[in-house]
């Protein structure tokens, strides 16, 4: 693997060897490398990168896949796998990361930040699942084999009932 590559013919090379990539999301984000290495944006833009690393940032993955997204340099679903595919990949985990059938996933849709979702699984059958969307307030919670609804809700948070 080549870990923050510090050019871009070292990143080059490595892809050509078939060696994966990891660049760091503060790279990303801050648009260069803190010390004066390769781009990020700019490996990402090249095709180099397989998967962004938090580094120091956890919080930066998400804002560094839509910003790479936001600024061309990616399409959204290629931005977002480098984040999940194609770290998932790199850490030789590949039975995640990716939304196929047969593979183990964790998911979430919506605006970006403007809600939070849970889904109980029991032996990986979901069970309950609850949407709650922070910038309404609206709620959408359902139980497996019963009527859905979605309602206006004054409380943002939820708390699992035994």
Not at 49 to 63: E, H, R
């Amino acid at each position: 693997m080549a870990e923050f590559p510090t050019t871009v013919a070292a990143a080059k090379a490595a892809y050509e060897h078939g060696m994966p990539t990891v660049m760091g999301a503060p790279n990303v984000l801050r648009g260069n490398s803190h010390n004066g290495n390769a781009s990020g944006r700019e490996l990402v833009g090249r095709g180099l990168v397989t998967a962004l690393a938090s580094d120091y940032l956890p919080s930066g993955l998400l804002s560094a896949a839509l910003l790479l997204a936001e600024e061309g340099l990616a399409p959204l679903p290629a931005a977002v796998g480098l984040v999940t595919g194609g770290a998932a990949a790199v850490a030789g985990l590949p039975d995640r990361g990716r939304l196929e059938e047969g593979l183990r996933a964790n998911a979430a849709s919506g605006v970006p930040l403007s809600a939070f979702a849970g889904v109980i699984a029991v032996d990986g059958v979901p069970t309950e699942a609850l949407t709650s969307w922070l910038d309404t307030g609206r709620c959408w919670h359902t139980v497996a084999g019963q009527p859905s609804r979605t309602a206006r809700a004054a409380v943002r948070s939820w708390t699992a009932r035994r």
